[in-house]
């Protein structure tokens, strides 16, 4: 059955980084795009970006910029997304999710999500 | 950016009743648009992508609409446990973009 298992939960400094993973099984790894979502405490869902496995080409969100990367890792069908010059306003649940393109389901399965805590 | 503005952004209903939820979005989506149900603490529930084919285990209560800019969820036969937040999300154009969601309350 397909999964995603995302990292644990996390504590930051300001200023700090965080990398957290998405494992994937159940599927081919490289067939499916991974997006990462983030949702801040009592706040909407929000997209960070995007990472074709098969390749690694991404594309990010204008707001992260520079702060985000994606990577890769098919020898283990795991995703990582690592968040630098954290702040507070980066306190948040982030998910991982998939997608196949065209006219597929989008975002089928979820990871269960891993929360991010900034403080000092 | 495709800016999606969902609305209401939170709708009281009684149990049996129909809701309706609408986005629209600043351009043209074509029909790039996907619908979620997320409950507290939990990770978001795809319903809808495409405007409006069910994922596989939604209910058919479930239904969505519309294309280009103006889409519609709707919801038949409100029952207890469909009482979450709701939100649209537009896939036609980087950066994807969510509708800020609609809470409904039974």
């Known amino acids: 059955q397909v999964q995603l298992v995302q990292s644990g939960a996390e504590v930051k400094k300001p200023g700090a980084s965080v990398r957290l993973s998405c494992k994937a099984s159940?599927?081919?790894?490289?067939?499916?795009?991974l997006h990462w979502v983030r949702q801040a405490p009592g706040q909407g869902l929000e997209w960070m970006g995007m990472?074709?496995?098969?390749?690694?080409?991404?594309n990010y969100a204008q707001s992260f910029q520079g702060r985000v990367t994606m990577t890769s890792d098919t020898s283990t069908s795991t995703v990582y997304m690592e968040l630098s010059s954290l702040r507070s306003g980066d306190t948040a649940a982030y998910y991982c999710?998939?997608?196949?393109?065209?006219?597929?389901?989008?975002?089928?399965?979820w990871g269960q999500g891993t929360l991010v805590t900034v403080s000092s | 950016d495709i800016q999606v503005t969902q609305s209401p952004s939170s709708q009281s209903a009684s149990v049996g009743d129909r809701v309706t939820i609408t986005c629209r979005a600043s351009?043209?989506?074509?029909?790039?648009l996907a619908w979620f149900q997320q409950r507290p603490g939990k990770a978001p529930k795809p319903l809808i992508y495409?405007?409006?084919s069910l994922h596989s285990g939604v209910p058919s209560k479930f239904s969505g609409s519309g294309s280009g800019t103006d889409f519609t969820l709707t919801i038949s036969s409100l029952q207890p446990e469909d009482s979450a937040t709701y939100y649209c999300?537009?896939?036609?154009?980087?950066?994807?973009?969510f509708g800020q969601g609609t809470r409904v309350e039974i």
């Open positions: 999710t998939r997608y196949f393109g065209g006219n597929s389901p989008l975002f089928d399965f």
């Open positions: 159940g599927y081919i790894f490289t067939n499916y795009y």
């Open positions: 990472i074709n496995p098969s390749g690694g080409s991404t």
């Open positions: 351009q043209d989506i074509s029909t790039y």
């Open positions: 495409g405007a409006s």
């Open positions: 999300q537009q896939y036609n154009t980087y950066p994807w973009t």
